[in-house]
């Protein structure tokens, strides 16, 4: 079992403003779990009774919409923490979580998370700052998604990708979201990003082979994100 007073990406969550007693009674009551790529943590309308705290790997935060299209609202890295909105309303989750790539995720049951609210107000501080940035950001896509064109949505998708979750050593992007996945996160259909990558691609803006996605111009698409 390791340990959580020992673990680094709990310094990038609200888990860092746990002393070292709170820490080893959060070592002996959580459960690690690996993940397999596309495999979910945990589905729309399921009840979390706790959180996950992302220890490697990426994931994926997405919502079913009516016609059956899987809109992407969030990506998630190692260090964040999943579930605490579910948790603390005492909700269902309103979306799913899926491994875009293989994970190691660690959960910590509600009754514990609590307990520490209780007990710790720099921690109960920095778990509502995490949930008030969750909202901020779900504001600021709201309106990239009513305001800007999809080929400009497309552009700071690319730069976001890039910027969060790095490149490969061959220049590519590192999270290689399929077609649909990379649609569903700037609110189009497939054919419509297909097309706009094709073009992308013949104006020098990217490479594409295969899957993979390689930014050539980050300038150009910056200007035409803003």
Do not use: W
Request: glycine content about 6%.
């Amino acid at each position: 079992m390791s340990k959580c007073e020992q673990c680094i990406v709990r310094e990038f969550s609200s888990l860092k403003a746990l002393n070292k007693e709170e820490l080893l009674k959060m070592a002996n009551c959580k459960t690690s779990y690996i993940i397999k790529k596309g495999d979910p943590i945990f589905e729309e309308g399921e009840s979390v009774n706790g959180i996950y705290c992302i220890k490697d790997g990426i994931c994926k935060l997405s919502k079913l919409s009516a016609n059956g299209k899987d809109q992407i609202v969030k990506l998630v890295k190692p260090g964040e923490l999943l579930g605490q909105r579910s948790m603390i309303s005492d909700e269902p989750a309103n979306l799913s979580a899926v491994a875009l790539e293989d994970m190691e995720v660690c959960f910590i049951p509600k009754s514990e998370v609590l307990g520490f609210f209780n007990q710790n107000n720099q921690f109960s501080m920095n778990m509502m700052k995490s949930i008030c940035g969750d909202l901020k950001d779900a504001d600021d896509h709201m309106v990239s998604m009513a305001q800007k064109s999809v080929k400009e949505r497309l552009a700071e998708t690319l730069i976001y990708l890039e910027d969060t979750f790095g490149k490969n050593q061959d220049g590519s992007l590192h999270i290689q979201l399929s077609r649909e996945e990379l649609a569903g996160m700037i609110g189009t259909a497939t054919e419509s990003c297909i097309r706009l990558l094709s073009e992308f691609n013949k104006s020098g803006l990217v490479e594409l082979t295969g899957k993979k996605i390689s930014i050539l111009d980050k300038n150009k698409l910056k200007r035409m994100a803003e």
